[in-house]
């Protein structure tokens, strides 16, 4: 099994990731941006949401959005309603997406949902929080959809109002974002610290 690892970007200590919000836009800088980028590797995003709940004040809209590769995109799917207990998930072509303000939408709920959906290549996802209401950022989505694929393009174009947010892409990699405000040094550390709880 390969290691856990997080590579950090912290503006704070002089670090950016570099992202666009389409493949044609200028690059975004999360230092410029207010967010501290954790790039992880085998890491348990559950272990750190877990973390982040417990110490950070989050905004309370939250959204998922996956979208199934093929072959094998409809059991995905079927799975992904099967476990989304909130609004109906909405939609756009073979992409779905939720959003909910149910307090017990917790992240670390969404996280294994999303991870469990992604996995072995079943397709892409993305869990964040958000201060935006959910008609508006169902509307938001929708217009990024039209432009954008992969889930870094559209949290660049969300990163205005989300204070967290995990990436799954198509890589072995995913990303973390969190608003530099909400959290201290000693915060990381422990976010960092519990990611790196290796995954069974």
């Known amino acids: 099994m390969t290691d856990a690892a997080v590579d ?4 704070r200590t002089g670090t950016s990731f570099d992202l666009r919000s389409d493949p044609g836009s200028a690059e975004l800088r999360s230092a410029d941006a207010g ?3 954790l790039r992880g590797r085998n890491v348990s995003w559950e272990s750190a949401a877990s973390v982040i709940e417990q110490t950070v004040a989050l905004p309370p809209t939250r959204l998922i959005i996956f979208r199934p590769w093929f072959p094998g995109s409809r059991v995905k799917v079927d799975q992904l309603h099967r476990a989304w207990n909130f609004e109906p ?10 959003t909910t303000t149910q307090t017990n939408a917790q992240l670390t709920t969404l996280i294994h949902m999303i991870g469990d959906a992604v996995l072995d290549g079943g397709g892409v996802g993305l869990v964040a929080a958000t201060s935006e209401p959910p008609t508006t950022v169902l509307s938001r989505v929708n217009k990024l959809l039209l ?5 870094l393009f559209l949290i660049a174009g969300l990163l205005d109002c989300i204070d967290v947010a995990v990436a799954f892409d198509e890589s072995a990699e995913s990303t973390v974002f969190l608003r530099d405000a909400l959290v201290n040094q ?3 550390n422990q976010i960092v ?7 069974s």
């Open 147 to 151: 432009q954008s694929d992969p889930m």
């Open 193 to 199: 610290k519990a990611a790196l709880i290796q995954k």
């Open 186 to 188: 000693d915060t990381m």
């Open 8 to 11: 950090i970007y912290d503006g």
């Open 35 to 37: 967010f501290t980028v």
């Open 89 to 98: 998930l909405v939609a756009a072509g073979p992409v779905q997406i939720g």
